[in-house]
Nanobody
Framework: VQLQASGGGSVQTGGSLSLSCAVS????????IGWFRQAPGKEREAVAC????????FYGDSVKGRFTLSRDRARDIATLQMTSLKPEDTGVYYC?????????????????????WGQGTQVTVSS
């Protein structure tokens, strides 16, 4: 299984960015894709996740209403649209996949459920 993250960059407060995660190598249809981020000096946190079978999504409290996660089933790409960006959104963003499909619930996207991780991509929001 491979995950290839792309996108990111630098924007000013209030700007928008899009991150994409291309997933390949899964042999089963049902799994979960998550986006996580780590700010300097802080622990990695869950941003959003989506299940592949029914498109169910979870969003962290700090991004609700500003970020939207969607998935292109045909190309197996999960895209995180980020709007109204704030300086506190700055960090390295990682996409990950949970092969059992249990890592995306209404309450959380527990990182320990995610088996496969892509490389990080930097997002910088300046004030």
């Amino acid at each position: 299984v491979q995950l290839q993250a792309s996108g990111g960059g630098s924007v000013q407060t209030g700007g928008s960015l899009s991150l994409s995660c291309a997933v390949s190598g899964f042999t089963r249809d049902y799994y979960a894709i998550g986006w996580f981020r780590q700010a300097p000096g802080k622990e990695r946190e869950a941003v959003a996740c989506i299940t592949t079978r029914d498109g169910y999504t979870f969003y962290g409290d700090s991004v609700k209403g500003r970020f939207t996660l969607s998935r292109d089933r045909a190309r197996d790409i999960a895209t995180l649209q980020m709007t109204s960006l704030k300086p506190e959104d700055t960090g390295v963003y990682y996409c990950a996949a949970d092969g059992l499909g249990i890592g995306c619930t209404v309450l959380d996207a527990p990182q320990e459920s995610y088996d496969y991780w892509g490389q990080g991509t930097q997002v910088t929001v300046s004030s």
